[in-house]
């Protein structure tokens, strides 16, 4: 037979193999799908009741807008020993960039001024008997300076990089989408918004006739429009296995390369959307409208005031004031 010590030494063991196991097979995910710090809200649905019993009725609306033109702003920084030479360097380098893309006439470029300031560095002054001396001596000047290049074909800006890169100007700082159609985009927005909110008031007359016909009422509305520049997240693709060790040790990470995608918003909390499927970057508009019913308060009649005149025999008798 075996014995009680025997078998608790078995479960002890086993114990400690499965903790060893989920030590060392666990992970630390890196990826946008399953990070901690990543929350989703909840699916449920959770309405409130009004405020004082008032009735409230929106609708939301949501608009993808394609961009009908760009500009892409790229950063170039220029040092030299003088004015003169940092200037004629720079110059040439934004030269070469512009040989190929000006020869586009749908592309339009403009060079904006950052920065001219002067460049110092440290000279080291011995002297007997003491101890060194730093002193900031002029090394040169640094001039830095914007370059906006507006399109209307996105797949230009792969041939715009090609070109700048042979001047070798890499900073691309950001791109910003513009669109001309937004006010009829906002029109439209809100004249779907109005004819639900219409169909949405009639429902409640069906439930609640006697209240919201002739009950007070306020309206109000109002738009959003998200930037796709805006909309940019970051996250780090990768998975470190963790160590389960004895001793302390010293342990070297390695840098994770950081990502970047494109979240735009979501649509699941509007009452409709127009151009709902989104393959590319683009110009959000939203638009939501509110009308308030405020509760009906039951009129309380007055009733009319009675006089009653006591004679002085005693005789009660009831006057009229018509």
Same mark, same amino acid.
């Given at each position: 037979?075996?014995?009680?010590?025997?078998?608790?030494?078995? +479960?002890?063991?086993?114990?400690?193999?499965?903790?060893?196991?989920?030590?060392?097979?666990?992970?630390?995910?890196?990826?946008?799908?399953?990070?901690?710090?990543?929350?989703?809200?909840?699916? !449920? &649905?959770?309405?409130?009741?009004?405020? !004082?019993?008032?009735?409230?009725?929106?609708?939301?609306?949501?608009?993808?807008?394609?961009?009908?033109?760009?500009?892409?702003?790229?950063?170039?920084?220029?040092?030299?020993?003088?004015?003169?030479?940092?200037?004629?360097? &720079?110059?040439?380098?934004? !030269?070469?960039?512009?040989?190929?893309?000006?020869?586009? *006439?749908?592309?339009?470029?403009?060079?904006?001024?950052?920065?001219?300031?002067?460049?110092? %560095?440290?000279?080291?002054?011995?002297?007997?008997?003491?101890?060194?001396?730093?002193?900031?001596?002029?090394?040169?000047?640094?001039?830095?300076?914007?370059?906006?290049?507006?399109?209307?074909?996105?797949?230009?800006?792969?041939?715009?990089? @090609?070109?700048?890169?042979?001047?070798?100007?890499?900073?691309?700082?950001?791109?910003?989408?513009? @669109?001309?159609?937004? %006010?009829?985009?906002?029109?439209?927005?809100?004249?779907?918004?109005?004819?639900?909110?219409?169909?949405?008031?009639?429902?409640?007359?069906?439930?609640?006739?006697?209240?919201?016909?002739?009950?007070?009422?306020?309206?109000?509305?109002?738009?959003?429009?998200?930037?796709?520049?805006?909309?940019?997240?970051?996250?780090?693709?990768? @998975?470190?296995?963790?160590?389960?060790?004895?001793? *302390?040790?010293?342990?070297?990470?390695?840098?994770?390369?950081?990502?970047?995608?494109?979240? *735009?918003? +979501?649509?699941?909390?509007?009452?409709?959307?127009?151009?709902?499927?989104?393959?590319?970057?683009?110009?959000?508009?939203?638009? %939501?409208?509110?009308? =308030?019913?405020?509760?009906?308060?039951?009129?309380?009649?007055?009733?009319? =005031?009675?006089?009653?005149?006591?004679?002085? !025999?005693?005789?009660?008798?009831?006057?009229?004031?018509?």
């Amino acid at each position: 037979m075996v014995g009680k010590s025997q078998i608790m030494k078995q +479960i002890t063991t086993l114990l400690f193999l499965l903790l060893v196991a989920s030590s060392v097979f666990g992970q630390v995910p890196g990826n946008v799908n399953y990070q901690n710090r990543i929350s989703y809200s909840s699916t !449920n &649905i959770d309405i409130g009741f009004p405020r !004082n019993s008032d009735v409230l009725i929106n609708v939301k609306g949501l608009a993808n807008v394609k961009a009908d033109s760009y500009v892409a702003i790229f950063n170039l920084t220029q040092v030299g020993k003088t004015k003169k030479e940092v200037n004629s360097l &720079i110059d040439e380098r934004i !030269n070469r960039a512009f040989e190929n893309i000006k020869s586009n *006439p749908k592309v339009e470029t403009y060079v904006d001024m950052i920065s001219f300031v002067p460049v110092y %560095e440290y000279e080291v002054e011995k002297k007997i008997f003491s101890k060194k001396n730093y002193n900031e001596v002029p090394a040169g000047f640094e001039l830095k300076k914007n370059i906006h290049i507006k399109y209307s074909n996105p797949n230009l800006l792969n041939e715009i990089v @090609s070109d700048l890169s042979k001047a070798e100007i890499y900073d691309l700082i950001r791109v910003d989408y513009f @669109s001309n159609n937004l %006010e009829s985009v906002k029109k439209q927005l809100s004249d779907k918004a109005k004819i639900l909110l219409q169909g949405k008031l009639k429902s409640y007359e069906t439930i609640l006739p006697a209240n919201i016909s002739s009950s007070e009422k306020q309206l109000t509305d109002g738009y959003k429009v998200l930037l796709p520049v805006e909309m940019y997240r970051s996250y780090q693709a990768y @998975s470190s296995p963790s160590l389960n060790l004895r001793k *302390p040790a010293n342990i070297s990470k390695t840098e994770k390369s950081t990502t970047l995608y494109y979240q *735009p918003i +979501i649509d699941k909390e509007f009452d409709f959307v127009i151009n709902p499927v989104i393959l590319e970057p683009v110009i959000q508009v939203l638009y %939501e409208i509110k009308l =308030k019913v405020n509760k009906k308060k039951d009129k309380i009649q007055k009733a009319d =005031k009675e006089y009653i005149l006591i004679t002085p !025999n005693g005789d009660i008798k009831e006057l009229s004031m018509k």
